[in-house]
């Protein structure tokens, strides 16, 4: 059991990775919130390595600059918040979470930031960056209250399909 989360871990950081690849054109429009929650509700712990092979692809191609290193908590951030609303099973909840992880992405990404150029470059970082995020929060809110029932029954088949047994949310 543990090696097929281990390896279906890896999978679906790759679907994270594509996913948000495929949605590069719309600014802040990505579908890797969404997953995120999916995924640390399937898999509890596990989702770390799915976390991992996400970030590190998307160092690899878009270069491990600043950026990058916030991507190596904020992710985890949102895991967590999903694992401690896991016994939630409110559509508009789940929405909810993601649109205000979306509202505040910029500003856990200003972390770095803050500890190479000081407040006030962290302040203008944020301030600049408010168009996008809240972008990102209706975005967030829209693709988690549309698509996350259906991507958990989805999630909830594969693994029948491929005898994992139950994950966590079942």
């Not at 995120?36 to 898999?43: H, N």
């Given at each position: 059991?543990?090696?097929?989360?281990?390896?279906?871990?890896?999978?679906?950081?790759?679907?994270?990775f594509v996913s948000q690849v495929a949605l590069a054109p719309l600014p802040n429009v990505e579908l890797a919130s969404s997953l995120?929650?999916?995924?640390?509700?399937?898999?509890g712990p596990y989702v770390g390595y799915t976390l991992a092979v996400f970030v590190l692809l998307e160092g690899l191609l878009y270069g491990f600059g600043l950026w990058w290193?916030?991507?190596?908590?904020?992710?985890?951030?949102?895991a967590v918040a999903a694992w401690l609303f896991r016994k939630m099973e409110s559509r508009l909840g789940w929405g909810l979470l993601c649109g205000f992880y979306g509202l505040?992405?910029?500003?856990?990404t200003a972390i770095p930031v803050?500890?190479?150029?000081?407040?006030?470059?962290?302040?203008?970082?944020?301030?600049?960056?408010?168009?996008?995020?809240?972008?990102?929060?209706?975005?967030?809110?829209?693709?988690?209250?549309?698509?996350?029932p259906t991507l958990r029954r989805i999630l909830a088949r594969l693994t029948r399909?491929?005898?994992?047994?139950?994950l966590y949310f079942e």
């Open positions: 059991m543990r090696l097929k989360c281990v390896a279906l871990s890896g999978i679906l950081g790759a679907l994270m995120t929650v999916l995924f640390t509700l399937a898999l290193f916030s991507y190596l908590y904020i992710w985890a951030i949102l505040i992405f910029g500003t856990l803050l500890i190479l150029s000081g407040p006030a470059a962290t302040l203008a970082y944020i301030i600049s960056g408010i168009p996008f995020d809240l972008v990102h929060g209706v975005s967030n809110f829209l693709l988690a209250f549309l698509l996350l399909l491929l005898n994992m047994g139950t």
